[in-house]
């Protein structure tokens, strides 16, 4: 994933204040923000050993997504005391480039074959399919606390993906992570 963003007020908001603490935000400010984000996942599952499942899933054996989305959103920098910060930015995207590479598969299931010596996933086409627009968000949220040279960090980042293949199916992807970090600045 890729994602970039602009920031309307420059003067008074430091997103990199939450983030990697290159700036220290004084007081409170918030800013109307932009973005754009790419995202490009393959979930793979095609092997020999998987043949049921591929089998169940309609003969697919790996999804490939690819998707474009612009958003407008908000992000707050909250300062209650010196040198707390926590921040909330939240942005609503449409998802305007929305691309599904389907692989499908034959699965040959026989309880007389010995898998070590026959295939029983054999890769057969590719399907492609584009979705409509679509809505999605990003989310993230940070707390920092600075005191003299020192920090500690600890934010959230949180993505929603949507896919549509028509009757083939649909599907979500969320993806989240939390990090954490305790530092010097030099």
């Not at 490939?64 to 609503?92: D, E, H, I």
């Not at 998802?95 to 590479?101: D, I």
């Amino acid at each position: 994933m890729i994602d970039g963003f602009y920031f309307f007020n420059k003067k008074h908001f430091r997103y990199m204040a939450a983030y990697d603490q290159s700036a220290i935000q004084i007081r409170s400010a918030g800013s109307l923000m932009v973005g754009a984000k790419w995202h490009h996942s393959t979930i793979r599952y095609e092997s020999d050993r998987n043949a049921a499942y591929v089998s169940l899933m309609r003969e697919v054996g790996t999804i490939k997504v690819r998707q474009g989305s612009l958003g407008v959103g908000y992000a707050y920098n909250w300062v209650p005391f010196k040198g707390f910060l926590a921040n909330a930015t939240v942005m609503p995207m449409l998802t305007v480039y929305n691309c599904q590479k389907s692989e499908l598969y034959d699965t040959y299931l026989d309880e007389d074959i010995d898998i070590k010596d026959n295939d029983q996933v054999i890769y057969r086409e590719s399907v492609y399919h584009h979705s409509p627009v679509s809505f999605t968000y990003y989310a993230r949220v940070s707390l920092t606390y600075n005191w003299n040279r020192f920090f500690v960090n600890a934010y959230g980042q949180w993505n929603r993906f949507n896919y549509d293949n028509g009757e083939e199916g649909h599907g979500r992807i969320k993806d989240w992570f939390v990090n954490t970090s305790v530092g010097v600045r030099f």
